[in-house]
Nanobody, 116 residues
């Protein structure tokens, strides 16, 4: 019933910016955590940025100072603003929600490619 739909990925030159969006729908009673992960072929999926249940954010070191996570509760949408992009940011970016029923949900992913 819960669906997460990402958008905003694409091709950008190094130093450019992208804004990813994740629209959530369906029955989510209470969200313990929501945010973004990324994955490249041959590597494990890794945290990019996330809100915990108290609204606090946690960023991976790779994105600190460059990425910003935000949300719009009315639109049930979470965003990832990525600035000063680097080629090593190239990955598939996934939206993630973990609810109070101990259930995790993933979006389909959106490709981000940063050229040098």
């Amino acid at each position: 019933q819960v669906q997460l739909v990402e958008s905003g990925g694409g091709l950008v030159q190094a130093g450019g910016s992208l804004r990813l969006s994740c629209v959530t729908s369906g029955s989510i009673f209470s969200i313990n955590a929501m945010g973004w992960y990324r994955q490249v072929p041959g590597k494990q999926r890794e945290l990019v940025a996330i809100f915990n249940s108290s609204g606090r954010t946690n960023f991976a070191d790779s994105g600190k100072g460059r990425f910003t996570i935000s949300r719009d509760n009315t639109k049930r949408t979470v965003y990832l603003q990525m600035n000063s992009l680097k080629p090593e940011d190239t990955a598939v970016y996934y939206c993630y929600v973990y609810d109070s029923g101990a259930r995790g949900y993933w979006g389909q992913g959106t490709q981000v490619t940063v050229s040098s």
